[in-house]
């Protein structure tokens, strides 16, 4: 799928507004949301790779993001190792759960898939908030989780952690394009296009949708380091199936399948929280019923619709043009 | 004295109680043309999809020269060089012709495919889509959305997409199914040119 | 003795809500994750009444028909509009639901717990076989028995009930023979959460009334319809009677464990039998 002009006009936008916010003399609450949306996006984007690619809806994915949290807070807390490698261990733990998850669930496939996925995250959760408590810290949690130390700048400043973020982000946009565009990428749509087809032709869908799989729990573990870096906490919460309930909502709402429906959706749903919740307390019903309504009449979600609005703009200019000509 | 492109032997296929395929054992040698016919519900998209890979459940065997693939998947045997085009046109339908054409072209190695934006990798697939564009009188068309065009060119896609890989062995189920009155000959004539061309 | 006893009832709970849930697949081919919410729901209605009216049984009366009017109103007016699209659309759709009825409930009823008495008709205990039982456990016994009896003949038996399955083979079909598929498809909504509702009122008095109902009760729920089979109701009798003796006996003899035994199974039965271990080859939605 070639980067289309709206992606590009819609690319250079956000750009510019991430870059330019922190010469704005932000609130400190304001960056944080900011920095809080970007790393969701990661976790969003990672999550739409599966879904919108090849139209799999998986529960489990808050377990690949509670692993790269855990991964993150235990090696730098607790066995002292440096920032990067323990987001390292977060991104390769991340990709490992994955793996190991579509073994199970690549055996049975669309609400199967999702159930499985369902049944296993869930699995995940209670052993760490039981059995493994001395490991993870059960519900209390493990306080304190570190910032980056890098150059010796101080990570611990809002805004510092911010241009990290960004710039690890912006790395995972450049993946994404790059994987879209390749001919990896046409193979996956293929994939989704007509399974069968591609199985005839030679390419082995299975092996495909497990690569996919992985990729995506890769970047949900970067997430989940990101994630307890921010917090500076890290709990078994991160790993609760309703984690993977709220970035299908962001993802939808943003629109999936899209180049950035996933940041869309989580900016549109961290800004609507965050309003909503200004006048009053039962403000996730209301984001639920939001959400419902998206879902029945908007379903290709914002940048979904943007984008079609924008190619029925440019079919009725092209029309004009040959008409004049 | 011809070589044996693909052999089945004592092939059964059960539905249930309905006995699909019943013994059957037949040696297809290498550059002939054979022609399955019989009427509706004989099995011989059954036939051809244990051929093919899409029917592991039978009994017998089936051998591509020699080498026995009787639990082989389809993609495995597509590996081997058996190309296989549906009654019911499976394309690729949100993709553009060019797309189709190329990730046909992508399966010749279907093994690791770049997962980089690789430009020289690309034009040397597209180099080898021009002859099946022109084959298939689709060259006009190559821009456009393949589930947008008249049926009739979309069963020339899907021969285009078949034969693209240079398969061996080319198993062609119902080719001319569906196609209306005004199309007939021109898919009959492509139908024609490729088989006389192998 | 009693451990069994417990089983037994906990599996007739399950079964009343994994009823209503596969019911809901195998007609409609939707899966309602907002299943546990309406049993959440039906615990807090019943407490309610019960408490407004004095009355356990005006409770469950209400539980009812409150579950399948809204399950009635949520086919009609949220689903339906989706019924063309691909199925995710549906289940996430329900995943919205669970939002929404969980505030509601918070909005109503707060976020504290809720206790509902044992209702005194049941009350007391009965020994039996050496052992000492409540009489409300075998109440919740026999009612399921009672329900699962009138389910079947309703869906085999019943005039309505074959057109149920005749829709759930092929709904464009009935609907060319004239008869009113929205209707049917509204009426089997309605009485998967009615069974959800039922199922939460009559576990009220014996499990603490909270929030955390709606996300917890339908793990379980999920367990027992794919052991059973999506869309197979003798498969769930069996799956939740199963659930329910694995859960008692886990919380006696091995308490830190019941879950993970309770998934190990669910993953053991995934990789073997993926279709569920009372897989009939007729069921599709």
């Given at each position: ?34 920095t809080l949306a970007a790393i969701w996006s990661i976790f969003a984007i990672g999550f739409d790779f599966v879904f919108g690619s090849l139209g799999m809806i998986s529960f489990g994915h808050a377990t690949f993001l509670g ?259 | ?198 | ?285």
């Open positions: 799928m070639k980067l289309s002009k709206f992606d590009i006009l819609f690319g250079l936008c956000l750009a510019f507004i991430g870059l330019l916010l922190p010469f704005s003399n932000p609130r400190e609450t304001l960056i944080q949301l900011i692993v790269g949290g855990y991964a993150l807070s235990l090696a730098t807390q607790k066995y002292g190792l440096p920032f990067m490698a323990g987001v390292g261990l977060a991104i390769f733990l991340g990709a490992v759960f994955a793996l190991l998850f579509s073994f199970f669930a690549l055996r049975v496939s669309g609400i199967f898939f999702a159930l499985v996925t369902l049944a296993l995250s869930q699995l995940v959760f209670i052993l760490a908030d039981s059995k493994l408590r001395s490991f993870t810290g059960g519900s209390d949690g493990i306080l304190g989780v570190e910032r980056p130390s890098l150059l010796g700048i101080d990570f611990f400043d809002p805004i510092n952690f911010y241009w990290f973020v960004l710039a690890i982000y912006t790395l995972v946009m450049l993946a994404v394009i790059s994987l879209r565009s390749s001919p990896f990428g046409r193979v996956i749509a293929a994939i989704r296009n007509n399974e069968i087809r591609a199985d005839q032709l030679g390419f082995n869908v299975n092996r495909y949708k497990q690569i996919t799989f992985v990729i995506s729990g890769a970047l949900s573990g970067l997430a989940g380091a990101l994630l307890a870096s921010l917090l500076m906490y890290m709990n078994p919460q991160m790993l609760h199936w309703t984690t993977s309930g709220d970035v299908i909502i962001m993802t939808l709402l943003g629109g999936s399948g899209t180049l950035w429906g996933a940041t869309v959706g989580v900016i549109a749903f961290e800004f609507l929280k965050e309003w909503l919740s200004s006048w009053t307390e039962y403000w996730y019903g209301v984001l639920g019923m939001i959400f419902i309504l998206v879902t029945i009449f908007v379903p290709r979600g914002i940048v979904g619709e943007l984008e079609r609005m924008y190619s029925t703009r440019q079919k009725r200019l092209d029309l004009r043009q040959r008409r004049a000509k | 004295m011809s070589k044996v492109a693909l052999r089945c032997e004592s092939v059964t296929v059960n539905y249930g109680a309905l006995k699909a395929i019943n013994n059957v054992s037949h040696e297809f040698l290498e550059g002939r043309v054979y022609g399955l016919i019989g009427p509706n519900g004989a099995g011989k998209t059954t036939l051809l999809n244990v051929l093919a890979g899409r029917q592991l459940r039978h009994e017998g065997k089936v051998y591509c020269g020699e080498q026995e693939i009787s639990q082989l998947p389809a993609f495995e045997r597509a590996r081997l060089g058996i190309g296989r085009s549906f009654q019911i046109t499976k394309i690729f339908g949100d993709m553009t012709v060019t797309d189709n054409l190329l990730i046909a072209a992508q399966s010749v190695r279907p093994g690791a495919q770049p997962f980089w934006i690789s430009h020289g990798f690309d034009r040397k697939l597209r180099e080898q889509l021009d002859s099946i564009l022109e084959l298939t009188g689709l060259t006009e068309h190559r821009h456009e959305i393949a589930g947008t065009l008249p049926y009739g060119l979309q069963r020339s896609l899907e021969l285009g997409v078949t034969l693209l890989p240079n398969p061996r062995v080319l198993l062609l189920d119902e080719p001319l199914a569906g196609i209306g009155h005004h199309e007939i000959h021109a898919a009959m004539a492509l139908t024609v040119i490729t088989i006389l061309g192998r | 003795m009693s451990t069994i006893v417990i089983g037994l009832s906990l599996g007739m709970l399950l079964f009343l809500l994994a009823a209503g849930l596969t019911l809901i697949f195998g007609m409609l081919g939707v899966i309602n994750f907002a299943h546990g919410a309406i049993y959440m729901l039906g615990a807090y209605v019943s407490f309610e009444v019960g408490k407004q009216t004095g009355s356990f049984l005006m409770g469950v009366i209400a539980a009812i028909t409150i579950t399948g009017v809204l399950g009635a109103a949520v086919e009609k007016l949220s689903l339906r509009p989706l019924y063309e699209r691909p199925h995710f659309y549906q289940l996430i759709l329900t995943f919205g639901l669970i939002l929404v009825l969980s505030d509601v409930v918070r909005y109503i009823w707060g976020s504290g717990y809720q206790e509902v008495s044992i209702p005194p008709l049941w009350n007391g205990t009965v020994d039996m076989l050496g052992s000492t039982i409540p009489v409300y456990r075998l109440f919740v016994i026999g009612l399921g028995v009672v329900v699962s009896t009138l389910l079947y003949l309703f869906l085999e038996k019943s005039t309505f009930g074959m057109l149920v399955r005749a829709a759930s083979s092929d709904a464009e079909m009935v609907r060319i023979l004239g008869l009113p598929v929205g209707t049917i498809r509204m009426a089997v909504f309605s009485i998967g959460c009615a069974l959800s509702g039922l199922a939460g009122a009559i576990a009220a008095p014996l499990f603490p009334v909270e929030l955390g109902m709606a996300t917890n009760t339908i793990i379980d729920c999920f367990i027992v319809v794919i052991l059973g089979g999506l869309g197979n109701i003798r498969g769930a009798i069996a799956a939740s009677l199963m659930v329910g003796m694995v859960r008692a006996l886990g919380y006696v003899y091995m308490p830190s464990w019941v879950d993970i035994l309770t998934f190990s199974l669910l993953i053991l039965t995934l990789l073997t039998r993926p279709q569920g271990l009372f897989f009939r080859a007729a069921r599709s939605a």
